[in-house]
């Protein structure tokens, strides 16, 4: 059962991947520079929430 969640959760990784990689192509510089940096900050964001509740679990 866990392992086909996996393959799942990679499947979807890779449409969704595609997809916004495919729709990337037709942005200017500025908007992709703006998708970068959010990307990177909801990145963190997320590892910030997982570092608290994972301390919070303790």
């Given at each position: ?19 916004v ?24 964001f ?13």
């Open positions: 059962m866990r392992n086909g969640k996996f393959i799942v959760g990679m499947a979807a990784g890779a449409i969704v991947g595609g997809t990689g495919s729709m990337m192509s037709n942005m200017d510089r500025r908007t992709k520079k703006k998708l970068r940096r959010t990307g990177k900050q909801l990145a963190t997320a590892e910030d929430v997982y570092s608290q509740m994972n301390q919070y679990m303790r």
